[in-house]
């Protein structure tokens, strides 16, 4: 098994077999490079991959269709392209057997594919020259600014892997928001202005739409005839699903929504999904987009006086920083970093997470349109049902996978360490320097949640506090030797400590009685 560390350039006469999956969907893609004409590209839909979990309705629609328009593009620039079905009778379901299946077929001398995102589908692939009997060429994902390598050169010998540092590291090395040596602007973060709630006026836009043609039709037809029992519906999927559209959603988010990012990046609200948010995770995940493009039109927005520092820095971090950085935890840590459970939570997934019937509004809020779109803002996912999550003492592989079903943007390299990391503190520390655990007050002060709530953040009557508050403070006691030597929580145990005995006993039967309701 050859594992390539650099794109290879070769010529040869014989037919190589250039396997492309559901979230390599870019002509930039390295398995591409040095197409021939007489090679063949294999494209496979199979039931493995859409039921590993069980994946959102909108986001197989989504994943299928673009796999599809993508196939079709192709063709007509006259490549050989091998499109397997989801409901071709001979289909055998996994990769490892469509690969089988196509070698029998075309004979290639050799299989080139791009790393897998997944650490599930690498250890498959490496078993794939065995099983076929030819090699396999696996090449380095060059659509990311950092390889794994560059990746575990940063993590070597630092006892702290905060996304701070790299994120620096990676503005130096790609020169993005630089003048010279120094950080466009004057500094490096300007995330203090980044956190402001949002004005009841405020003038939302609204999302570019996109009509499905006949192709997306037919996969959403084909999504509701076999995937019963996954959330959601495939009807309505407005992800863009070719390259042209991307780039419209690119260019929407760029004029109408970037300078207002950075203001409003934290703030929830009822009844507004997507606030200023790009949209974009989902495209760019598939390959329809690429960060480095993405990026540049941010700065560009900056340096044309068309979007404000605070908004462009605060969203080239995303890309730059936060997306380069899970993805180096990912491939640094596994496959051992799954299985961390810092506060040995064990408590199953509440059946609301599926559903939405839940009387916290801001729960319901973010799990109903996470139902209808396959989506949730950051926030949501962080502070809302990421937090709920945390303070209850939810099992993190049942979080996990909700996290990897439920959104079409979720691939397991981006979602484990957002949500063992970053929103469950499963790791310990590694990723966030505390855990991300809020109370009512914050969701109060972030969003309009609470006005229409059946409890209240404010509240001290038992009957009407919110859950969240009660949950707050028995997480905080309940994990008191595993946090209270964090010197970034010293604050919050003297605030504990200065509390009314009577009001801690309070708060925590109330948990108490919440989280036994629960099961
Ligand atoms: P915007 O708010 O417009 O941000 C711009 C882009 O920055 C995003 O498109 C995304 O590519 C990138 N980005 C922002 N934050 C992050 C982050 N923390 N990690 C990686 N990229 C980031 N993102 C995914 O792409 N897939 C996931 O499966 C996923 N799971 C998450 C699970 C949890 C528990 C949390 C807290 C976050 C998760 N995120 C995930 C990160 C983030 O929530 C989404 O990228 C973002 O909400 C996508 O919406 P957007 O495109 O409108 O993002
Ligand atoms: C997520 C997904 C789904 C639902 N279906 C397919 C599919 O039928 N064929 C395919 O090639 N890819 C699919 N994907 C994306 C893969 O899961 C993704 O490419 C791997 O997980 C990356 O390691
Ligand atoms: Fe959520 Fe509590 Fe506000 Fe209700 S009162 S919306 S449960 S934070």
Known sequence: MQIFISRVFRTNTLT???????????RCI????????????????????????????????????????????????GVNVDYIRLDDPENTGSFAGELKRAVARHGPDRVIVTHPGEWRV????????ADLGIPVEIRVDSRFFATPKDFRQFAKGRKELRMEWFYRDMRRKTGLLMDGDKPAGGAWNFDKENRKSLPENVKLPDPPVFESDET????????????????????????????????????????????????????????????????????????????EEICRKAE???????APINAVEGFIRQILGWRE?????????????RKGNFFGAKRDLPWFYWSGETDMACMA???????????????????????????????????EEWYLAVYADAYEWVELPNTHGMALFADGGLMASKPYAA???????????????????????????CPFNALYWDFMARNRDKLEGNPRLGMVYRTFDRMDEARVDMLRKRAREFLDALE
């Not at 760029?254 to 790009?278: N, R, V, W």
């Not at 809020?365 to 209850?392: D, P, S």
Request: charged content about 25%; aromatic content about 10%; proline content about 4%.
């Open 365 to 399: 809020a973010a799990i109903c349109e996470t139902w209808e779109n396959a989506y949730a803002h950051h926030i949501q996912r962080l502070m809302v049902t990421g937090n709920f999550a945390l303070l209850a003492g939810i099992d993190p592989a049942q979080v």
């Open 16 to 26: 190589a077999l250039r396997f492309v999956p559901g979230d390599q969907l870019s």
């Open 325 to 337: 950085y899970v993805r180096g935890i990912y491939w640094l840590k596994m496959p051992d970093y």
């Open 439 to 465: 109370s009512g007050n914050y969701i109060d002060r972030m969003s309009d949640y609470c006005a229409d709530c059946r409890y209240s953040a404010k509240s001290k009557d038992p009957e009407s506090l």
């Open 300 to 306: 560009d927005a900056w340096r044309g006086g068309r």
């Open 30 to 77: 390295s398995s591409l490079d040095d197409l021939e004409s007489g090679d063949v590209v294999l494209m496979c839909e199979v039931m493995e991959e859409a039921t590993y979990v069980r994946h959102h309705k909108k986001k197989i629609a989504f994943i299928l269709s673009a796999m599809r328009h993508f196939a079709e593009g192709l063709k007509e620039d």
């Open 216 to 291: 997306t039709r037919e996969v959403i037809r084909l999504v509701d005839s076999r995937f019963d029992g996954h959330m959601g519906e495939a009807q309505g999927m407005n992800f863009p699903v070719t390259r042209d559209e991307a780039l419209t959603a690119l260019d929407h988010f760029i004029e109408t929504c970037l300078p207002s990012f950075g203001d409003y990046q934290d703030a929830m609200k009822e009844g507004a999904p997507f606030l200023f948010h790009s949209l974009l995770s989902a495209p760019l995940n598939a390959g329809l987009l690429c960060p």
């Open 122 to 129: 690498f250890e498959d692939m490496k078993k794939w020259e």
